[in-house]
């Protein structure tokens, strides 16, 4: 839905598996073989990455100041289990850490949650508030106070319907 840049670094990675499904349409991109491919996602290991999918949600929607749009497994507790190390650059000596296997989504999103957390840009990452949406989104406005993926749409909408209901 979003008309936005992507999120920098490794939120991308977290912005782009949030975005799978599109909960207007009710289609997953997970469910095709090319949405599993482009996250490295087994079949037998779909409901896992949903789980964490949904979880993400649920803590880009409090960033924005939402409440979770559903129950979820806390994000938290399925990021302890991804195994992550210190990975040293030798020619610089920059520390980052990073999946312990680049397969796991779990790692690779704990490995992003990390990097974002160091640079101050975790909070940025939000969902949009519409119920209908709550697509992820990088918020770069000033303030920090971006509600919407996409003005032109799920502002305007959002608008539209305070309008009306004066």
Excluded: I, Q
């Excluded at 009710?26 to 979880?55: C, I, K, M, Q, Y």
């Excluded at 803590?59 to 939402?66: F, K, N, S």
């Excluded at 650059?89 to 790692?107: Q, Y």
């Amino acid at each position: 839905m979003s008309d936005r840049a992507p999120a920098p670094g490794g939120l991308a990675l977290v912005e782009a598996l949030v975005n799978t499904v599109d909960l207007e349409a009710g289609e997953d991109r997970l469910d095709t073989p090319e949405g599993r491919a482009e996250f490295r996602v087994a079949e037998a290991d779909l409901a896992g990455a949903r789980e964490l999918r949904e979880s993400l949600r649920a803590v880009l929607l409090a960033h924005a100041g939402h409440p979770p749009h559903r129950a979820v497994a806390p994000l938290g507790g399925l990021l302890a289990r991804a195994p992550l190390y210190v990975a040293v650059d030798e020619r610089d000596g920059s520390a980052s850490l990073a999946p312990a296997d680049e397969s796991p989504l779990l790692s690779r999103v704990a490995a992003a949650v990390a990097e974002a957390l160091t640079a101050g840009t975790w909070l940025r990452l939000k969902a949009c508030e519409l119920p209908e949406c709550h697509w992820a989104y990088y918020d770069r406005s000033p303030a920090g106070k971006g509600r919407w993926c996409s003005m032109t749409v799920c502002g305007a909408r959002a608008k539209m319907r305070r309008y009306r209901a004066k």
